[in-house]
């Protein structure tokens, strides 16, 4: 008697947890907190400022625009000269969530990241020299760095630090998913809702969990089959050097992923239908049906969240000491 009434008082919590938005995989994402609204805004001014490249024409928003879901919808990108660039480029938005940068994770954090482009020569293809050289000939930034870092002699640390303080403002929340996990339950249709337990019972939910639906750990690509691709990128062993490490890849954010076509990190799906069929079949090895292809696609569309909105900053204009463009060199 007292076992019976122990088990239905068990039943009974697991049966209310389980509504509660604290048990479901997915959390909402809480809105942006602004630290240092000085450091964020120079770093706004950064992220839109294409005199950090050698074109004077490729900002971080080129390849990551924020009219576009932080991405720039193409199979891969396009670097300095035109150049094919040899991987898709992952959306900003909610970017501070993943446990490290880069499709292979060789970031560890937005700081140690925003280096990277302006120097890499396939994209902005700066030096980190010439970068600053630009913002220390112009006396709008120089006194804008000094009111933030107590210092007018730029640093590229300070460039990173202030684009990473930008970046981390970057989030998307209340999205008709979030506003389901906090209770409203019209918020979603019976098609999505659908789609969202198919999600979780199929098993998407190994790897695409928490706060971001992704971004917190490193999966083989192609667990139950190959994935076949012309792309030469490899993954984590590019960071490790270990061989178990091939073909893995840091989980793609779910967050937005409406917005962020095409899909994988050769940019080699189109669709949302196309990439869920291929995790399925390829993370899963299942075969999902037309019909729970469209639902788990309508589930998805429900994680688009409030676009960050602001004004476009205006950028502090070139000197005589600025560095030139060098647009065809
Ligand atoms: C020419 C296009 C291009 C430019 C310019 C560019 N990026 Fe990227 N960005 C990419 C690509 C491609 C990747 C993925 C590279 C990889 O994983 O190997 C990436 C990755 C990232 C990531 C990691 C996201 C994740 O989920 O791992 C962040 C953050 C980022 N870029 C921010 C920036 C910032 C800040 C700037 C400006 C300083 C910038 N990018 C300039 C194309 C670009
Ligand atoms: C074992 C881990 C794992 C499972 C399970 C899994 N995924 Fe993925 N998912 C990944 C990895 C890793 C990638 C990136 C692969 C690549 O780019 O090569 C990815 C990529 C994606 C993408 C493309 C995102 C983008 O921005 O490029 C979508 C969409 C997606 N998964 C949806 C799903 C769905 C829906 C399910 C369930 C049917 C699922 N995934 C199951 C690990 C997983």
Redesign the pocket.
Known sequence: MKLGSLTAALIVISISTSWAASSEPIQPIPAASVKNKAKMELGKK??FDPR??KSGF???N???NLSMGGT?NLQ?????HWQQ????????LN?SM?L????????KD?KE??????A?P???AFTHELAVDVLRSIPQYRAEFKRVFGSDDVKIDMV?EA??AF?ETLVTPDSRFDKWLKGDRKALNNTELAGYRLFKDAGCVACHNGTAVG?GSFQKMGLHADYKTASK?EGRIAVTGKDADRMNF?V??LRNVELTYPYF?DGAAWTLEEAVDTMGRLQLGRNFSKDEIGKIVAFLKTLTGTQPDFKLPILPPSTDKTPRPRPFQ
């Open positions: 950064l992220f950090l490249s490729i900002s971080c080129s390849c990551h720039d891969t990108s396009i670097g300095d660039g040899p991987i898709n480029s992952p959306t900003v970017s993943n490290a940068q880069f499709w292979d994770g060789r970031a937005l990241q925003a280096g990277g482009p302006i890499n396939g994209e902005m990173t684009i990473a970046e971004g990128a840091k793609p954010i990190h």
